[in-house]
């Protein structure tokens, strides 16, 4: 099962542009093939943002899933990929 991962950011964000680096730096560094994700421009996708519960950027959805609606620290994001991963492939977490 593959992880779809959305990070929603708005024009001129600063914090955006670092959430999408660390995002980008976790996937990297995970080498996981099973997770996808792209980034949700908030002015262009707004609708979509306000049914998931998006009120501000950046955000960060998986699996069509507010998880994030603030920037997360590197180690809690990489805690909710890992997690989500094991839950997918029938792993315990260790």
Not at 26 to 38: F, L, P, Q, T
Request: proline share 3%; aromatic share 4%; hydrophobic share 40%.
């Amino acid at each position: 099962m593959n992880l779809d991962i959305e990070i929603f950011s708005s024009p001129g964000c600063g914090k955006c542009g670092h959430a999408k680096q660390l995002l980008k730096q976790m996937v990297s560094e995970m080498n996981h093939g099973a997770i996808k994700w792209r980034e949700v421009n908030i002015l262009e996708e707004l609708d979509y943002a306000v049914s998931l519960g998006i009120l501000s950027t950046p955000a960060i959805a998986i699996n069509g899933e507010l998880v994030f609606s603030s920037l997360p620290s590197s180690k809690k994001l990489q805690q909710a990929l890992i997690s989500r991963l094991n839950r997918s492939t029938g792993k315990k977490a260790s």
